[in-house]
């Protein structure tokens, strides 16, 4: 992609099945036709095609940036989280403000993009451009502010505090057609049941 500003041109696709992490670029076409975040994550949606059952490891989780996400404009510091939504059986976006969009652009992402079932639970931890697995069984069944805080600490050694956390609770891992996905403890993607998608 030729430099249009804004973009780090860095997409990390996790298949949870395989627990394999890809990277990807951006079309050039599709960053200049869908700009960023809602746009790009519901292309990214769209081409998984109609027939995907949004509970099923075809479905895909997008959380994208914004090319202006993490910089001082007003509003830029939300992120969107697309996928196709449970409640609904048609493509939903669901947003949220806090640090977690900011944070991910300034670890070198635009988006990452969730595909697949995890035999075993797990979490994403990203840092510097780069997405590792971690298993996430010690937490699995806690509620959010409790799985937020063990997180925070256990990889405050890593990151210092300057980390946000995006989960689910147990109305997420019990595929809750509304469930949400709350970051850094108060701010929720109320939106469509995306939490019953990331559970």
């Given at each position: ?25 951006i079309d ?87 595909e697949g ?61 509304y469930a ?20």
């Open positions: 992609m030729t430099d249009l500003g804004g973009f780090h041109d860095h997409i990390g696709r996790v298949d949870l099945s395989s627990e394999e992490v890809s990277y990807e670029g050039e076409e599709d960053a200049r036709k869908y700009i960023g975040a809602r746009g790009l994550g519901v292309k990214y949606v769209f081409d998984q095609g109609p027939d995907v059952d949004p509970l099923g490891p075809d479905n895909l989780l997008a959380f994208m940036n914004g090319p202006l996400t993490g910089t001082q404009v007003t509003m830029s510091g939300r992120i969107a989280i697309c996928t196709k939504s449970p409640l609904t059986n048609t493509v939903t976006d669901s947003h949220h403000g806090g640090w977690s969009g900011a944070r991910l652009k300034w670890a070198g992402f635009d988006g990452l993009l969730f079932e995890a035999e075993d639970p797990v979490y994403a931890y990203v840092e510097d451009g780069e997405v590792e697995l971690r298993d996430a069984s010690h937490i699995w069944g806690w509620g959010v502010h409790d799985t937020v805080e063990e997180l925070e600490d256990e990889c405050d050694g890593e990151f210092g505090k300057n980390l946000s956390v995006m989960t689910t609770g147990p109305a997420g891992e019990n595929e809750v057609r949400c996905i709350v970051n850094e403890d108060d701010r929720a993607s109320g939106r469509g049941g995306t939490g019953a998608v990331m559970g």
